[in-house]
Protein backbone atom coordinates (compact mmCIF):
# COMPACT_ATOMS: atom_id res chain seq x y z
CA UNK A 1 0.00 0.00 0.00
CA UNK A 2 1.00 3.39 -0.94
CA UNK A 3 0.36 6.35 1.81
CA UNK A 4 1.72 10.13 1.97
CA UNK A 5 1.81 12.06 5.52
CA UNK A 6 2.35 15.43 4.72
CA UNK A 7 1.64 19.06 6.71
CA UNK A 8 4.04 17.47 9.47
CA UNK A 9 6.61 17.79 11.94
CA UNK A 10 9.08 15.24 10.68
CA UNK A 11 12.12 13.92 12.98
CA UNK A 12 13.91 12.21 11.09
CA UNK A 13 17.14 10.63 13.63
CA UNK A 14 19.71 10.40 10.87
CA UNK A 15 22.61 11.21 11.01
CA UNK A 16 22.34 14.95 10.74
CA UNK A 17 19.89 15.12 13.52
CA UNK A 18 17.27 16.68 10.90
CA UNK A 19 14.09 18.00 11.89
CA UNK A 20 11.50 19.18 8.70
CA UNK A 21 8.69 21.51 9.28
CA UNK A 22 6.03 21.48 7.26
CA UNK A 23 7.31 17.79 6.01
CA UNK A 24 6.12 14.40 4.15
CA UNK A 25 6.62 10.79 4.03
CA UNK A 26 6.44 9.29 1.22
CA UNK A 27 5.65 5.01 1.99
CA UNK A 28 5.12 2.34 -0.82
CA UNK A 29 5.79 -1.59 -0.81
CA UNK A 30 7.11 -1.42 2.76
CA UNK A 31 9.70 1.24 2.93
CA UNK A 32 10.05 4.89 3.16
CA UNK A 33 10.20 6.08 -0.66
CA UNK A 34 10.33 9.77 -0.20
CA UNK A 35 10.75 11.92 2.36
CA UNK A 36 11.27 16.08 2.61
CA UNK A 37 9.54 19.04 2.46
CA UNK A 38 5.35 18.90 1.50
CA UNK A 39 5.42 20.52 -1.40
CA UNK A 40 8.25 18.83 -2.75
CA UNK A 41 7.61 15.51 -2.07
CA UNK A 42 4.27 16.08 -3.68
CA UNK A 43 5.77 17.27 -6.68
CA UNK A 44 8.00 14.02 -7.39
CA UNK A 45 5.19 11.18 -6.41
CA UNK A 46 2.70 13.05 -8.64
CA UNK A 47 0.25 9.80 -9.01
CA UNK A 48 -2.34 9.45 -6.53
CA UNK A 49 -0.69 7.40 -3.25
CA UNK A 50 -3.96 4.74 -1.78
CA UNK A 51 -3.65 7.07 1.55
CA UNK A 52 -3.07 10.85 2.09
CA UNK A 53 -2.96 12.09 6.01
CA UNK A 54 -3.15 15.60 6.74
CA UNK A 55 -0.27 15.88 9.29
CA UNK A 56 -0.85 19.19 10.52
CA UNK A 57 -0.23 19.64 14.13
CA UNK A 58 1.25 15.90 14.23
CA UNK A 59 4.64 14.94 14.73
CA UNK A 60 6.10 11.73 12.95
CA UNK A 61 8.87 9.85 14.26
CA UNK A 62 11.09 6.05 13.59
CA UNK A 63 9.28 3.82 15.62
CA UNK A 64 10.66 2.85 19.17
CA UNK A 65 13.25 -0.01 19.40
CA UNK A 66 12.39 -1.49 22.78
CA UNK A 67 15.92 -3.23 22.99
CA UNK A 68 15.19 -5.49 26.70
CA UNK A 69 11.89 -6.35 27.42
CA UNK A 70 10.39 -9.80 29.49
CA UNK A 71 6.25 -9.87 27.77
CA UNK A 72 5.18 -12.09 30.07
CA UNK A 73 7.06 -10.54 33.24
CA UNK A 74 4.20 -7.64 33.34
CA UNK A 75 2.49 -10.32 35.52
CA UNK A 76 4.85 -9.01 38.43
CA UNK A 77 2.67 -5.10 37.89
CA UNK A 78 2.06 -4.07 41.38
CA UNK A 79 3.85 -7.02 43.19
CA UNK A 80 7.77 -5.93 41.91
CA UNK A 81 7.83 -1.97 42.09
CA UNK A 82 8.10 -2.35 46.20
CA UNK A 83 10.14 -5.29 46.77
CA UNK A 84 13.71 -4.07 46.69
CA UNK A 85 16.65 -5.44 45.52
CA UNK A 86 15.31 -9.45 46.83
CA UNK A 87 13.18 -9.06 43.60
CA UNK A 88 14.85 -12.25 41.43
CA UNK A 89 15.39 -14.24 44.78
CA UNK A 90 11.60 -13.22 46.16
CA UNK A 91 9.40 -13.22 43.07
CA UNK A 92 11.23 -13.96 39.15
CA UNK A 93 12.76 -17.12 40.03
CA UNK A 94 10.09 -18.83 42.45
CA UNK A 95 7.53 -17.49 39.94
CA UNK A 96 9.10 -19.63 37.06
CA UNK A 97 7.99 -22.49 38.80
CA UNK A 98 4.86 -22.19 38.75
CA UNK A 99 4.36 -19.81 35.67
CA UNK A 100 2.44 -22.05 32.78
CA UNK A 101 3.03 -21.68 29.01
CA UNK A 102 -0.48 -20.40 28.74
CA UNK A 103 0.40 -17.83 31.46
CA UNK A 104 2.86 -16.65 29.59
CA UNK A 105 1.30 -16.06 26.43
CA UNK A 106 -1.61 -14.77 27.96
CA UNK A 107 0.48 -12.05 29.88
CA UNK A 108 3.08 -11.21 27.14
CA UNK A 109 0.23 -10.71 24.35
CA UNK A 110 -0.86 -7.91 27.01
CA UNK A 111 2.60 -6.17 27.17
CA UNK A 112 2.94 -6.75 23.17
CA UNK A 113 0.14 -4.87 22.81
CA UNK A 114 0.64 -1.97 24.88
CA UNK A 115 3.90 -1.47 23.97
CA UNK A 116 3.19 -1.02 20.25
CA UNK A 117 0.13 1.25 21.42
CA UNK A 118 2.97 3.35 23.03
CA UNK A 119 4.81 3.63 19.70
CA UNK A 120 7.59 0.75 19.88
CA UNK A 121 7.65 -0.96 16.11
CA UNK A 122 10.51 -3.47 17.75
CA UNK A 123 10.74 -5.13 20.73
CA UNK A 124 13.96 -7.17 21.90
CA UNK A 125 12.35 -10.27 24.00
CA UNK A 126 13.82 -12.84 26.04
CA UNK A 127 11.17 -15.27 28.16
CA UNK A 128 10.88 -18.85 28.88
CA UNK A 129 8.29 -20.80 26.28
CA UNK A 130 9.38 -17.14 23.86
CA UNK A 131 7.88 -19.61 20.71
CA UNK A 132 4.23 -19.67 22.63
CA UNK A 133 4.50 -16.17 21.88
CA UNK A 134 5.71 -15.63 18.72
CA UNK A 135 2.28 -16.46 16.40
CA UNK A 136 0.96 -13.48 18.69
CA UNK A 137 3.99 -11.45 17.48
CA UNK A 138 3.41 -12.59 13.59
CA UNK A 139 -0.51 -11.48 14.20
CA UNK A 140 -0.06 -8.29 15.71
CA UNK A 141 2.90 -7.18 13.17
CA UNK A 142 5.21 -6.16 15.11
CA UNK A 143 9.03 -6.13 14.53
CA UNK A 144 10.45 -8.66 17.16
CA UNK A 145 14.00 -10.03 18.04
CA UNK A 146 12.90 -13.30 20.67
CA UNK A 147 14.73 -15.24 22.34
CA UNK A 148 14.37 -18.69 24.52
CA UNK A 149 16.11 -17.61 28.28
CA UNK A 150 17.94 -20.35 29.18
CA UNK A 151 19.09 -21.54 32.85
CA UNK A 152 20.40 -24.67 33.97
CA UNK A 153 20.38 -23.73 38.09
CA UNK A 154 17.85 -25.60 40.14
CA UNK A 155 15.27 -21.94 41.17
CA UNK A 156 14.24 -23.36 44.19
CA UNK A 157 17.92 -23.81 45.48
CA UNK A 158 19.10 -21.03 45.21
CA UNK A 159 16.74 -19.74 47.31
CA UNK A 160 18.59 -21.75 49.91
CA UNK A 161 21.93 -19.83 47.95
CA UNK A 162 22.83 -23.26 46.40
CA UNK A 163 23.99 -23.20 42.96
CA UNK A 164 23.30 -26.49 41.22
CA UNK A 165 23.55 -26.59 37.80
CA UNK A 166 21.59 -29.68 35.86
CA UNK A 167 22.78 -30.94 33.11
CA UNK A 168 19.62 -32.41 31.96
CA UNK A 169 17.96 -29.32 32.03
CA UNK A 170 20.89 -27.16 30.37
CA UNK A 171 20.48 -29.82 27.03
CA UNK A 172 16.98 -29.69 27.37
CA UNK A 173 16.95 -25.94 27.32
CA UNK A 174 19.60 -25.81 24.90
CA UNK A 175 17.56 -27.59 22.04
CA UNK A 176 14.70 -25.74 22.55
CA UNK A 177 16.47 -22.42 22.43
CA UNK A 178 18.04 -23.82 19.06
CA UNK A 179 14.78 -25.48 17.90
CA UNK A 180 13.09 -22.36 18.36
CA UNK A 181 15.69 -20.29 16.30
CA UNK A 182 15.62 -22.62 13.55
CA UNK A 183 11.78 -22.75 13.28
CA UNK A 184 11.11 -18.84 13.30
CA UNK A 185 14.52 -17.00 12.26
CA UNK A 186 13.30 -15.00 9.33
CA UNK A 187 9.50 -15.73 9.97
CA UNK A 188 6.69 -13.38 8.84
CA UNK A 189 8.62 -11.54 6.45
CA UNK A 190 11.41 -11.01 8.52
CA UNK A 191 10.10 -9.76 11.27
CA UNK A 192 10.84 -12.47 13.71
CA UNK A 193 14.18 -13.28 14.00
CA UNK A 194 15.90 -15.01 16.90
CA UNK A 195 18.72 -14.71 19.69
CA UNK A 196 20.33 -17.03 21.66
CA UNK A 197 19.60 -16.06 25.45
CA UNK A 198 21.47 -17.08 28.48
CA UNK A 199 19.16 -15.41 31.37
CA UNK A 200 22.38 -14.38 33.32
CA UNK A 201 25.93 -15.33 34.85
CA UNK A 202 24.40 -17.22 38.16
CA UNK A 203 21.20 -18.61 36.83
CA UNK A 204 23.94 -20.19 33.67
CA UNK A 205 26.36 -22.89 34.11
CA UNK A 206 29.83 -21.78 32.44
CA UNK A 207 29.01 -24.75 30.19
CA UNK A 208 25.59 -22.93 28.73
CA UNK A 209 27.39 -19.83 28.35
CA UNK A 210 29.73 -21.49 26.41
CA UNK A 211 26.97 -23.58 24.18
CA UNK A 212 25.36 -20.69 23.89
CA UNK A 213 28.28 -18.75 22.26
CA UNK A 214 28.55 -21.59 20.27
CA UNK A 215 24.97 -22.19 19.08
CA UNK A 216 25.20 -18.49 18.32
CA UNK A 217 28.06 -18.71 16.01
CA UNK A 218 26.71 -21.87 14.05
CA UNK A 219 23.27 -20.10 14.08
CA UNK A 220 24.71 -16.39 13.43
CA UNK A 221 22.21 -15.19 15.56
CA UNK A 222 22.92 -11.96 18.44
CA UNK A 223 23.49 -12.91 21.89
CA UNK A 224 21.53 -11.04 25.06
CA UNK A 225 22.26 -11.70 28.71
CA UNK A 226 21.62 -9.31 31.83
CA UNK A 227 25.22 -8.83 33.35
CA UNK A 228 25.73 -6.34 36.23
CA UNK A 229 22.13 -6.63 37.84
CA UNK A 230 23.19 -7.16 41.38
CA UNK A 231 25.43 -6.91 44.41
CA UNK A 232 24.39 -10.27 45.11
CA UNK A 233 25.45 -11.67 41.74
CA UNK A 234 28.91 -9.90 41.90
CA UNK A 235 29.41 -11.63 45.59
CA UNK A 236 28.23 -15.32 44.24
CA UNK A 237 30.53 -15.10 40.81
CA UNK A 238 33.29 -14.10 42.90
CA UNK A 239 32.64 -17.10 45.51
CA UNK A 240 31.98 -19.57 42.18
CA UNK A 241 34.95 -18.61 40.05
CA UNK A 242 37.21 -16.29 41.67
CA UNK A 243 36.23 -13.31 39.50
CA UNK A 244 33.81 -10.48 38.78
CA UNK A 245 31.12 -10.93 36.48
CA UNK A 246 32.34 -8.63 33.63
CA UNK A 247 35.73 -11.02 33.52
CA UNK A 248 33.68 -13.95 33.52
CA UNK A 249 31.25 -13.09 30.86
CA UNK A 250 34.30 -12.25 28.65
CA UNK A 251 35.44 -15.87 29.59
CA UNK A 252 33.08 -17.42 27.81
CA UNK A 253 32.29 -15.47 24.81
CA UNK A 254 29.14 -13.05 26.46
CA UNK A 255 30.48 -9.79 25.08
CA UNK A 256 31.07 -8.63 21.66
CA UNK A 257 29.86 -6.90 18.71
CA UNK A 258 27.01 -9.04 18.35
CA UNK A 259 25.99 -9.19 22.17
CA UNK A 260 23.69 -7.11 24.02
CA UNK A 261 24.05 -6.48 28.06
CA UNK A 262 20.89 -5.55 30.05
CA UNK A 263 21.43 -3.17 32.92
CA UNK A 264 25.44 -3.48 33.81
CA UNK A 265 24.51 -0.64 37.23
CA UNK A 266 26.33 -2.91 39.18
CA UNK A 267 29.73 -2.08 37.71
CA UNK A 268 33.39 -0.64 37.88
CA UNK A 269 35.55 1.40 35.46
CA UNK A 270 37.75 -2.09 34.83
CA UNK A 271 33.81 -3.39 33.25
CA UNK A 272 33.04 -0.58 31.60
CA UNK A 273 36.20 -1.01 29.25
CA UNK A 274 35.52 -4.86 28.80
CA UNK A 275 32.28 -4.03 27.14
CA UNK A 276 33.90 -0.75 25.12
CA UNK A 277 37.02 -2.79 23.84
CA UNK A 278 34.76 -5.87 23.04
CA UNK A 279 32.48 -3.55 21.26
CA UNK A 280 29.15 -4.59 23.41
CA UNK A 281 26.32 -3.26 23.33
CA UNK A 282 24.45 -1.44 26.40
CA UNK A 283 20.04 -2.35 26.89
CA UNK A 284 19.63 0.31 29.80
CA UNK A 285 16.70 -0.01 31.42
CA UNK A 286 16.61 3.20 33.26
CA UNK A 287 12.62 3.15 34.82
CA UNK A 288 12.56 -0.12 35.98
CA UNK A 289 16.57 -0.02 37.07
CA UNK A 290 15.45 3.35 39.24
CA UNK A 291 13.20 1.09 41.09
CA UNK A 292 16.01 -0.49 42.40
CA UNK A 293 17.53 2.40 43.79
CA UNK A 294 20.81 1.52 41.20
CA UNK A 295 21.55 3.16 37.91
CA UNK A 296 23.89 2.23 34.86
CA UNK A 297 26.28 5.22 34.25
CA UNK A 298 25.45 5.63 30.57
CA UNK A 299 27.16 9.17 30.55
CA UNK A 300 30.66 7.35 31.04
CA UNK A 301 29.55 4.42 29.24
CA UNK A 302 29.07 6.51 26.01
CA UNK A 303 31.96 8.33 25.87
CA UNK A 304 33.84 4.99 25.80
CA UNK A 305 32.02 4.75 22.55
CA UNK A 306 29.66 2.22 24.21
CA UNK A 307 25.86 2.03 21.83
CA UNK A 308 23.69 2.55 24.46
CA UNK A 309 20.26 1.83 24.14
CA UNK A 310 16.58 1.55 25.73
CA UNK A 311 14.75 -0.86 27.34
CA UNK A 312 11.37 -1.19 29.34
CA UNK A 313 12.16 -4.49 31.02
CA UNK A 314 9.16 -5.64 32.63
CA UNK A 315 6.28 -4.51 34.53
CA UNK A 316 5.71 -1.14 32.61
CA UNK A 317 3.77 -0.49 29.03
CA UNK A 318 4.42 2.99 28.16
CA UNK A 319 8.17 3.28 26.34
CA UNK A 320 7.54 7.09 26.92
CA UNK A 321 8.09 6.99 30.61
CA UNK A 322 11.28 4.59 29.65
CA UNK A 323 12.69 8.06 27.54
CA UNK A 324 11.86 10.15 30.46
CA UNK A 325 13.97 8.15 32.68
CA UNK A 326 16.65 8.27 30.63
CA UNK A 327 17.15 11.87 30.90
CA UNK A 328 16.58 12.55 34.71
CA UNK A 329 18.65 9.55 35.92
CA UNK A 330 21.31 10.38 33.90
CA UNK A 331 21.19 13.94 35.45
CA UNK A 332 20.87 12.37 38.82
CA UNK A 333 23.69 10.46 38.33
CA UNK A 334 25.93 12.71 37.25
CA UNK A 335 24.48 15.74 39.09
CA UNK A 336 24.31 18.00 35.86
CA UNK A 337 21.53 19.27 34.47
CA UNK A 338 22.35 18.64 31.14
CA UNK A 339 24.02 15.56 30.99
CA UNK A 340 21.65 14.07 28.49
CA UNK A 341 19.68 15.87 26.34
CA UNK A 342 16.41 15.25 24.61
CA UNK A 343 18.25 14.24 21.03
CA UNK A 344 19.87 12.39 22.76
CA UNK A 345 17.51 10.11 24.38
CA UNK A 346 15.41 9.77 21.61
CA UNK A 347 18.59 8.33 19.57
CA UNK A 348 18.83 5.78 22.34
CA UNK A 349 15.18 4.58 21.68
CA UNK A 350 15.55 4.71 18.41
CA UNK A 351 18.62 4.55 15.59
CA UNK A 352 21.11 3.07 18.39
CA UNK A 353 18.51 0.29 19.39
CA UNK A 354 18.26 -0.36 15.54
CA UNK A 355 22.04 -0.60 15.86
CA UNK A 356 22.04 -2.83 19.29
CA UNK A 357 20.11 -5.21 16.99
CA UNK A 358 22.25 -4.95 13.80
CA UNK A 359 19.31 -3.37 11.89
CA UNK A 360 20.77 0.38 11.56
CA UNK A 361 20.31 -0.21 7.92
CA UNK A 362 17.19 -0.99 8.04
CA UNK A 363 15.49 0.92 10.97
CA UNK A 364 16.00 3.59 13.26
CA UNK A 365 15.73 7.05 11.48
CA UNK A 366 13.35 7.99 9.12
CA UNK A 367 15.47 7.59 5.63
CA UNK A 368 14.97 6.63 1.70
CA UNK A 369 15.09 2.61 1.24
CA UNK A 370 14.99 2.03 5.33
CA UNK A 371 11.63 -0.06 6.22
CA UNK A 372 8.79 1.90 6.64
CA UNK A 373 8.67 1.88 10.83
CA UNK A 374 6.83 4.68 11.26
CA UNK A 375 4.89 6.27 14.41
CA UNK A 376 2.68 10.07 14.54
CA UNK A 377 1.96 11.87 17.78
CA UNK A 378 -1.12 14.27 17.74
CA UNK A 379 0.45 17.26 19.62
CA UNK A 380 -3.03 18.55 19.18
CA UNK A 381 -3.58 17.39 22.84
CA UNK A 382 -3.83 18.38 26.56
CA UNK A 383 0.16 18.55 27.80
CA UNK A 384 2.03 18.87 24.39
CA UNK A 385 0.88 22.65 23.78
CA UNK A 386 2.88 25.19 23.11
CA UNK A 387 5.59 22.79 20.76
CA UNK A 388 8.38 24.93 21.07
CA UNK A 389 10.45 22.15 20.64
CA UNK A 390 9.29 18.96 19.04
CA UNK A 391 12.10 16.55 20.09
CA UNK A 392 11.66 18.00 24.17
CA UNK A 393 7.85 17.48 23.54
CA UNK A 394 8.30 14.05 22.90
CA UNK A 395 10.95 13.61 25.52
CA UNK A 396 9.29 15.51 28.67
CA UNK A 397 5.50 15.29 28.00
CA UNK A 398 4.24 13.05 25.45
CA UNK A 399 2.98 9.71 26.49
CA UNK A 400 1.20 6.32 24.66
CA UNK A 401 -2.16 8.27 24.69
CA UNK A 402 -0.55 10.63 21.98
CA UNK A 403 0.55 8.10 19.42
CA UNK A 404 -2.00 8.12 16.95
CA UNK A 405 -0.50 5.74 14.18
CA UNK A 406 2.43 3.06 13.87
CA UNK A 407 3.18 1.16 10.97
CA UNK A 408 5.56 -1.48 10.58
CA UNK A 409 6.97 -2.07 7.24
CA UNK A 410 4.20 0.12 6.19
CA UNK A 411 1.76 -1.81 7.91
CA UNK A 412 -0.48 0.28 9.94
CA UNK A 413 -1.01 -1.46 13.14
CA UNK A 414 -2.47 1.14 15.10
CA UNK A 415 -4.51 3.69 13.96
CA UNK A 416 -6.67 6.53 15.29
CA UNK A 417 -4.93 5.33 18.76
CA UNK A 418 -6.80 1.95 18.65
CA UNK A 419 -5.31 -1.48 17.51
CA UNK A 420 -6.23 -2.71 14.35
CA UNK A 421 -4.77 -6.30 14.60
CA UNK A 422 -6.12 -7.99 17.46
CA UNK A 423 -9.38 -7.37 19.75
CA UNK A 424 -7.17 -5.26 23.01
CA UNK A 425 -10.10 -5.97 24.95
CA UNK A 426 -10.25 -9.76 24.53
CA UNK A 427 -5.90 -9.75 25.25
CA UNK A 428 -6.75 -7.68 28.54
CA UNK A 429 -9.53 -10.16 29.51
CA UNK A 430 -7.02 -13.22 29.21
CA UNK A 431 -4.31 -12.05 31.20
CA UNK A 432 -6.34 -10.90 33.81
CA UNK A 433 -6.68 -14.79 33.93
CA UNK A 434 -3.93 -15.63 33.65
CA UNK A 435 -2.67 -13.20 36.21
CA UNK A 436 -5.06 -14.55 38.86
CA UNK A 437 -4.70 -18.08 38.01
CA UNK A 438 -0.67 -17.73 38.54
CA UNK A 439 -0.47 -15.64 41.27
CA UNK A 440 -2.73 -18.28 42.92
CA UNK A 441 -0.59 -21.08 42.49
CA UNK A 442 2.57 -19.06 43.53
CA UNK A 443 1.14 -18.29 47.22
CA UNK A 444 -0.25 -21.96 47.71
CA UNK A 445 3.88 -23.22 46.62
CA UNK A 446 5.24 -20.35 48.56
CA UNK A 447 2.56 -19.48 51.15
CA UNK A 448 2.32 -15.67 50.51
CA UNK A 449 3.19 -13.29 47.44
CA UNK A 450 7.10 -13.18 47.87
CA UNK A 451 8.76 -16.76 48.70
CA UNK A 452 10.72 -16.40 51.47
CA UNK A 453 14.58 -15.73 51.58
CA UNK A 454 16.57 -19.09 54.07
CA UNK A 455 20.40 -17.59 53.04
Not at 166 to 181: L, P, S, Y
Not at 206 to 229: I, N, V, Y
Not at 400 to 410: F, L, P, S, T
Amino acid sequence: MSLLIKNATILTVDSNRSVIKDGAVYVEKGRIADIGPSSEVEKRRAANPKRVIDGRGKVVCPGFVNIHSHAGYIIFRGRSEDAGMNFATTLYFPMSTVMTREDREAMGALNYVELVRSGCTSVVQQEEDVEVLAPFVQKLGVRSAMGEMVGDADPDKMLKGDFVFDGKMRAEQMERAIGFAKRWHGQADGRITAMIAPGSTITSSPEQLDESRAAADKLGLRLTMHLGWSPFEQRTIQKLYGMGTFEFARKHGIVGKDVVTTHCYVIEDSDIEILAKSGTHLAHCPLMNSFRGLIAPVNDMKKRGINVALGVDNMFGDYFDVIRSAVTCARIKTQDSQALLSMDALEMATINGAKAMGLEKEIGSLEVGKRADIIMLDYRALGLVPMLDPVQNLAYHAHARDVEMVMVDGQVLVDGGEIKTVDRMEVIDDAAKASDAAWARFEKKYGGPMASLSH
